[in-house]
Nanobody, 123 residues
């Protein structure tokens, strides 16, 4: 069974940090571009960050640029999202996802999704 499992979410005060992890199983994800998306209450899911298959290239949504860092460890089939200087507006369910489509940040191009992990930032 091919799946992605996120962990590391929780409750944190504004200005704090969290590190999310996403572990893949069932096949290698070493040749996939991996992304994080998030969905806040009452809002549509939005792109957060993407990393290329070898980690050489990353791209971020403007709302998180300079605060979040995406990375990966292909030996562990794992992708991470380090979130610093968290704000209440970062509160959302965070999902990781995999695609073979070059440079895509569109949900419809991602064919494997995790179940999500809740991040809550209090003011």
């Amino acid at each position: 069974q091919v799946q992605l499992v996120e962990s590391g979410g929780g409750l944190v005060q504004a200005g704090g940090s969290l590190r999310l992890s996403c572990v893949g199983s069932g096949r290698t994800f070493n040749y996939d571009r991996m992304s994080w998306f998030r969905q806040a209450p009452g809002k549509e899911r939005e792109f957060v960050a993407v990393i290329s298959w070898n980690g050489a290239s990353t791209y971020y949504a403007d709302s998180v640029k300079g605060r979040f860092t995406i990375s990966r460890d292909n030996a562990k089939n794992t992708v991470y999202l380090q979130m610093n200087s968290l704000k209440p507006e970062d509160t959302a369910i965070y999902y990781c996802a995999a695609t073979r489509v070059v440079g895509s940040t569109r949900e419809q191009d991602y064919n494997v999704w995790g179940q999500g992990t809740q991040v809550t930032v209090s003011s």
